[in-house]
C-alpha cells in the first residue's frame, strides 16, 4: 500500500492560514482520488475534501467551502490543503488517504490548532 505523511500543521491564530502537505511514497497516488480528513478529540474522523486523479473533479464538506481549497501534483506525488480564513473550530489532527481511505494507508497525520 501507499505510505503517506502528512506535514505542514501548526498553531495559528483565528482568520490565519495554513498549507498542509501529504507526501506519498511506495506507488504513485496519480491514479487515485485522495481526500483529506479531520480528526479532533473526542470526535470521529471526517471528511474535509477530495480530489480526482486529474483534479478535474473537487468536493469539498460543507463546513470548510470557500475557505479550503485542495490541489494535487501527480508529479511530485503530493497533496496540498490550504486552509484559509481557520477557525476554531478546525482544530483537529489532519490526515490524507485515497478517496475512500484504505485502512492500511493512514499516517501520523499533522495537527492544527487555530486559537481564538
Known amino acids: 500500500q501507499v505510505q503517506l505523511v502528512e506535514s505542514g500543521g501548526g498553531l495559528v491564530q483565528a482568520g490565519g492560514s495554513l498549507r498542509l502537505s501529504c507526501a506519498a511514497s511506495?506507488?504513485?497516488?496519480?491514479?487515485?482520488?485522495m481526500g483529506w480528513f479531520r480528526q479532533a478529540p473526542g470526535k470521529e474522523r471526517q471528511f474535509v475534501a477530495a480530489i480526482s486523479w486529474n483534479s478535474g473533479s473537487i468536493a469539498y464538506a460543507d463546513f470548510v467551502k470557500g475557505r479550503f481549497t485542495i490541489s494535487r501534483d501527480n508529479a511530485k506525488n503530493t497533496v496540498i490543503l490550504q486552509m484559509n480564513n481557520l477557525k476554531p473550530e478546525d482544530t483537529a489532527v489532519y490526515y490524507c488517504n485515497t478517496q475512500p481511505p484504505d485502512s492500511r494507508s493512514w499516517g501520523q497525520g499533522t495537527q492544527v490548532t487555530v486559537a481564538s
Open positions: 511506495g506507488r504513485s497516488i496519480s491514479a487515485y482520488r
